[in-house]
Nanobody, 124 residues
Framework: QVQLVESGGGLVQAGGSLRLSCAASGRTFSRYAMAWFRQAPGKEREFVFISWSGGTADCADSVLGRFTISRDNAKNTVYLQMNSLKPEDTAIYYC??????????????????WGQGTQVTVSS
């Protein structure tokens, strides 16, 4: 069993930055793919970024060049650095871990574990 706890959300003006953290329990953190999703009111949960255990990463086109992902396996933590934030980035951000492998990594149904989410609000 893996538990994920997100932190770092908040209210920021457009153009500002936030860093989200996701702390994971368990001794096999380094073997997991770790991803960030977000869900805005009235919208489906959407893929933001993924970090594979081998070090590679991929992101949604909407955050390319503005967001970065990193992980510290010694601290069992994955980070999402968000720069040049826009009002359309407003959402609850969720951390996800351990892909099932049955569908695309863009699909939230492909993950076994989820955090409780952290709210990010970007004002214009």
């Amino acid at each position: 069993q893996v538990q994920l706890v997100e932190s770092g959300g908040g209210l920021v003006q457009a153009g500002g930055s936030l860093r989200l953290s996701c702390a994971a329990s368990g001794r096999t953190f380094s073997r997991y793919a770790m991803a960030w999703f977000r869900q805005a009111p009235g919208k489906e949960r959407e893929f933001v970024f993924i970090s594979w255990s081998g070090g590679t990463a991929d992101c949604a086109d909407s955050v390319l060049g503005r967001f970065t992902i990193s992980r510290d396996n010694a601290k069992n933590t994955v980070y999402l650095q968000m720069n040049s934030l826009k009002p359309e980035d407003t959402a609850i951000y969720y951390c996800a871990a351990d892909r099932k492998g049955g569908s695309s990594y863009y699909d939230p149904r492909d993950y076994n574990y989820w955090g409780q989410g952290t709210q990010v609000t970007v004002s214009s």
